[in-house]
């Protein structure tokens, strides 16, 4: 006979630390991949300062579920970034589609990349779902690219 066993204190913390590496190294790559497709420049210090601010998500996150909430704590921690970086780069880009995208990568990986972690037995599926449809689409940014100006990207 299985017994439950209560929650400790900190847990879903601990999980999502641990996987937020993964999460940071995927977020880079995307939108240096993306940025790069749609001819946009990838600025070394832009592109650090919004992985420090992912890294920032995380840390307050940590640090306001020791008086709040998980779920309070969660939200406090993750869209006020996630806001400030939309609009740093809202800054940098205009209001084009690249600055939109950037800010909505950024915050698939602060928000909704944390939420598939947290999902359970789903997670897996989930995150791998997630990087799937992320691979389709940096694909379709290539093949429209290579269509739209041929000759500046490699061949298959």
Not at 38 to 62: D, E, I, Q, R, S
Not at 122 to 146: C, D, N, P, Q, W
Request: positive net charge; contains cysteine; proline residues 7%.
């Amino acid at each position: 006979v299985m017994m439950p066993v209560e929650e400790q204190p900190g847990y879903h913390i601990a999980l999502l630390l641990r996987s937020a590496p993964v999460g940071l190294t995927i977020m880079g790559l995307l939108i240096l991949a993306t940025r790069f497709l749609l001819g946009k420049p990838f600025p070394f210090v832009p592109l650090m300062l919004t992985g420090m601010a992912h890294y920032l998500a995380y840390a307050l996150l940590a640090n306001l579920n020791n008086i709040l909430p998980f779920a309070a704590s969660f939200w406090l921690g993750a869209a006020p970034i996630t806001l400030v970086v939309g609009f740093f780069w809202r800054a940098l880009d205009g209001k084009g589609f690249a600055a939109c995208q950037t800010w909505a990568i950024f915050g698939l990986f602060t928000i909704g990349y944390p939420q598939a972690v947290l999902a359970g037995d789903y997670s897996g599926v989930i995150l791998y779902v997630g990087y799937t449809v992320m691979a389709v689409y940096t694909m379709i940014l290539f093949a429209v690219k290579r269509r739209s100006c041929p000759g500046q990207l490699p061949s298959a």
